[in-house]
Structure formats: structure tokens, C-alpha cells
């Protein structure tokens, strides 16, 4: 294969992802899901956006300190003080790029920027500039280049390019394009900018026509794109993106027809989807392509027996070769310490500290008592949702009892800690959830509204432990509490009580480009 037929997969989960409503992720949370990243082998990880916050610029610069085999990206706008951040972020990174970008459209531009397009374009020669001091690796995005208008296009990345970008993504920010269009607009400007062949062409498409995969695609095969954009279970704002599994599986899949070569250890797109599914509190729908629990699952009769006389009569990917084959039960009551760490260590977390790890092995003595057969999802349950108790924790949950019966209103009451001092409060409700939660904000008074609450099983059988997402909005502000447990209040308490933390949290996000 010529370089020509590489493609390059960039990972945009822990920022482009992390801008779903609710998906925030904490420093350790971002390190593992880059961990994980590396092992899948994606080309390049966009850690985040260095001047969003000091959460996301910790977070990036302790992703550079560790990831060695993928390029280390962080966001900026097109200002000399972001890309100076996002530099200083990055400086322990083995291989780095700065992505910067200026909206092009003549919406964006009048209504969000209030620029004149001449100011846009210099703004963005400048930001190229700027960046070439810190790396020789620079992206440029023109955000809403698929309403962007294409005489302007042309100028602006001509110029980019001729200061020194290295690579240009074409973006369909809000979902707008269609394949056959995408495709023939990008490689018009490929065609009519001059010095188009001294950068690497990218594609970043979201989903709101769901249509996602397919203008990726059209940019590669149409438009000449060689990297692609993309988060893990299509995690994204408004509707999400370009799904990494789907899109790797279609090229593997169809090989035939797309002849590119990828990098890509795709028995490790199943581990890496369960892994940001519970950290975010995302659940995937059954039936989502390539990752979902129903993906490979076969109900007809008609399929079963085909299946049964030649498997590739109803099935065009093996499940093994996105990683469903792994084994499903890993540890028991009578597991030691050391098995538990090394399992921690092949689901790739990294815990900072023996006194972690021995918490988290605590706390899976404890589950295994209650609990016969651990799996793999229950470990990264136990460690996702506890969050190994980080300093500074304003909220922890303690202990909870619940009455409810037929005829008779629920009762709940909990014990949690509010800054270091606990408190014993009761509610009343509806179910024992929302008896469980009234008891909490009676002396929380968090002024939260929940927004949302769902229950996922994390593994087969009655004895699965529940999965609890519950969504809270306060002032604008939105957030996910994930709570795991073999009791479904126990759960919802902790659930609750995790997006409490967050809420209280006081790190300020920045909206970036999409």
C-alpha cells in the first residue's frame, strides 16, 4: 500500500464527544479512554480543548504525559492566546498537533463572529502563524464549511495551507450535507486550490440527518479526504458524529470496494464503546451497527438456521473481530488482589495509587459477596462510578434504607456527606427513586431538575448489577450521574449523588466548534 491509500483515524471522543450534553468527563476518566484509544490504534487523539477550562487543559497535558504511540491533539481558536495554551498543554507530548479553527460561513460569520470575511481570513493566516512556533504539525477547520461559500473557501485555505497547515478538515458542523454533494464540493476545492496537495485533507461530519458515516465517506472517496473524523459510539452534541466503529467496519468490511489501509486493532472497538458508555452515562441502543448488545444477535428461524449451515449466510463481520469475543466472566469472591489489579490493567485502568487500588479491590470484595460471577462490565462499573473516591468529592453517598409495598406510599431514607459532614435525612414519593432522591435534596437543596433517568443491566441474569443514569440541568448547566449497583435505588442514589458533584464542580466549559 502507497501512503496514498493510508487512512488516518483522528478520535475526537474526549472533545468533540465530551460536548454531548451531560458527557463531561474528570481527568482520570479522559487518561483511561485515551489508554484504551492507543491500544485501538487511532492515528490521532483530540484530547480537548485547552483553553475551554482547567479541567480540560489537565486533562490533555496528563494524556501528552502518557500516550506514546498516537499523536496528542488539542483544540484552539484561531487567537494567539488559545494556541498558546493549548502548546503549553501539550509540551510533554511524544508527537503533538494544534487544530485551530475560524467559522467561513456567511452566518457564522455575521452572526456569531461579526467579522468581515477579510478579518476572518487574516485572523486565520494569523492563527497558522502563531501555531508554527510550537509544532509542524497544524490542522485547520473552516467551521460550517458545508455552508461556508466556495470562492472563500478557496482563498482561506489556500492561504493556510501556504503558511504552513498541514492537514485541512472540511466539516459539515451542523449536519447539513448530503454524500453525493459533501463529496463532489470537496474535491472541487481540492481541484481548484493551487497548493491543495502540501496539506492531508480531513473530513468531520455530524449526524443530524444521520448521515454521518455516509458524507465521511463521500469525502474520502469522492473528495480525496485521507482522514477521517470520528468519536466512539458516534458520542457528539446535538445528534453526535461520525461513529469510529461503523466507519472502520465499513472500510474493513468492504474492502473490496474501498481498498485503504488502516492502523486500526479493531478487536478493541467493542472494549473501547463499553468503556465510554459508562463513563459518560450513554447508554448504546441494542441495536446500534457493529456495537450493539443485538448486533450479532439472530431471532428469525430463517437466520438461525442459515447461521447454523454457513455463518456468513446472515453475518458480513465476524463478532470476535470487533472484540465480542472476549470472555465474559473474569473474577470471583475467591479472587486475590493480584488478579484483580492485572484484570484493571487489561481493561486499561490505570489507578494513580496502591492505596486505589486497594479501595477498588475493596470494593469489589465487597460487590462479590453479593455477587457470584464478576464480569468485565462489572469491574468498570465499580471503578467508573465509585470514581475511586477523588479529593475534594463534595458529596459522598453512605448508606440507604427504602420501604415500599402495594397500597402504601415509599419511604426512603439516606445517609450521605455534604463537604466532610453527614447527614441522615427521609423522604416520601412516588416510588422509592423518587422517595430516595426527595431525601436527598430536603437536605441537599441542590435546586437541580432531573431531566432524565434510565436504568441499563451491565451484564445477563437477575444477579446483574444496574446501571443508573440520571441527567441534571441547573442554570444552563447539564450533567450526567452514573450510579452502579446490584440495587437499583442504591444506584439511583449514587447516581444522583455523583451529578450533585458535578454540579458542584466549579470548572467553567467554553463551547467549541462542532
Not at 451531560?22 to 483511561?32: F, L, N, Q, Y
Not at 468581515?116 to 497558522?128: M, N, T
Not at 458515516?213 to 472517496?221: Q, R, T
Not at 478493541?268 to 441495536?287: D, E, H, L
Request: hydrophobic letters at 40%.
Amino acid at each position: 500500500m502507497t501512503d496514498s491509500n493510508r487512512l488516518i483515524i483522528f478520535d475526537t471522543t474526549l472533545r468533540d464527544g465530551e460536548q454531548s450534553p451531560g458527557a463531561s468527563m474528570t481527568k482520570d476518566e479522559k487518561v483511561r479512554i485515551a489508554r484504551q484509544l492507543e491500544r485501538l490504534r487511532v492515528d490521532v487523539i483530540e484530547a480537548g480543548f485547552a483553553a475551554a477550562s482547567p479541567g480540560d487543559f489537565e486533562a490533555i497535558r496528563a494524556i501528552a504525559a502518557v500516550i506514546k504511540d498516537s499523536v496528542v491533539c488539542s483544540l484552539s481558536r484561531a487567537n494567539d492566546r488559545d494556541i498558546a495554551r493549548a502548546a503549553e498543554a501539550l509540551e510533554k507530548a511524544a508527537r503533538k498537533r494544534i487544530h485551530t479553527f475560524i467559522a467561513t460561513s456567511p452566518l457564522h460569520m455575521k452572526m456569531k463572529l461579526r467579522m468581515e470575511p477579510e478579518q476572518v481570513l487574516e485572523q486565520a493566516i494569523q492563527a497558522i502563524r502563531c501555531a508554527r512556533q510550537y509544532t509542524d504539525d497544524i490542522e485547520f477547520s473552516p467551521e460550517d464549511g458545508s455552508r461556508s461559500e466556495e470562492d472563500f473557501l478557496c482563498r482561506v485555505l489556500e492561504a493556510v495551507i501556504a503558511e504552513g497547515a498541514t492537514t485541512i478538515n472540511f466539516p459539515d458542523t451542523v449536519g447539513y450535507a448530503v454524500p453525493e454533494v459533501f463529496g463532489a464540493t470537496m474535491l472541487r476545492l481540492r481541484e481548484r486550490i493551487p497548493n491543495s496537495d502540501k496539506a492531508i485533507w480531513s473530513v468531520h461530519c455530524h449526524n443530524d440527518l444521520g448521515l454521518a458515516v455516509a458524507n465521511s465517506l463521500a469525502g474520502v472517496m469522492i473528495g480525496g479526504a485521507r482522514q477521517i473524523e470520528c468519536t466512539i459510539n458516534g458520542l457528539g452534541e446535538r445528534a453526535g458524529n461520525t461513529a469510529l466503529e461503523e466507519v472502520v467496519m465499513a472500510l474493513r468490511t468492504r474492502a473490496d470496494y474501498y481498498k485503504f489501509e488502516l492502523g486500526i486493532d479493531t478487536t478493541q472497538i467493542v472494549a473501547a464503546s463499553k468503556m465510554v458508555s459508562q463513563i459518560t452515562g450513554f447508554a448504546v441502543q441494542p441495536n446500534k451497527a457493529v456495537v450493539g448488545a443485538n448486533a450479532f444477535a439472530h431471532a428469525s428461524g430463517i437466520h438461525q438456521d442459515g447461521m447454523l449451515k454457513a455463518r456468513e449466510t446472515y453475518e458480513i463481520m465476524r463478532a470476535e473481530d470487533v472484540g465480542w469475543a472476549a470472555t465474559k466472566i473474569v473474577l470471583g469472591k475467591l479472587s486475590g488482589r493480584n488478579a484483580f489489579k492485572a484484570r484493571l490493567q487489561e481493561l486499561g485502568i490505570a489507578l494513580e495509587s496502591e492505596a486505589d487500588v486497594n479501595a477498588a479491590f475493596g470494593r469489589f470484595k465487597e460487590l462479590a459477596d453479593r455477587k457470584s460471577d464478576i464480569f468485565d462490565e462489572d469491574i468498570m462499573a465499580l471503578v467508573s462510578a465509585e470514581d475511586h473516591a477523588h479529593e475534594g468529592e463534595h458529596y459522598r453517598f453512605v448508606s440507604l434504607s427504602q420501604r415500599s409495598e402495594t397500597g402504601e406510599m415509599p419511604t426512603a431514607k439516606v445517609v450521605f456527606s455534604m463537604g466532610g459532614v453527614e447527614f441522615s435525612c427521609e423522604g416520601v414519593g412516588d416510588g422509592p427513586v423518587d422517595a430516595t432522591v426527595n431525601a436527598i435534596e430536603k437536605e441537599a437543596a441542590s435546586g437541580a431538575e432531573l431531566v432524565l433517568f434510565s436504568i441499563n443491566a451491565i451484564s445477563g441474569g437477575t444477579q446483574s448489577q444496574g446501571e443508573v443514569t440520571m441527567r441534571l440541568s441547573r442554570a444552563g448547566r447539564i450533567v450526567n450521574g452514573v450510579g452502579a449497583d446490584p440495587d437499583i435505588v442504591v444506584a439511583s442514589a449514587k447516581a444522583y449523588i455523583a451529578g450533585l458533584n458535578k454540579l458542584h464542580s466549579t470548572l467553567e466549559r467554553v463551547k467549541a466548534q462542532g
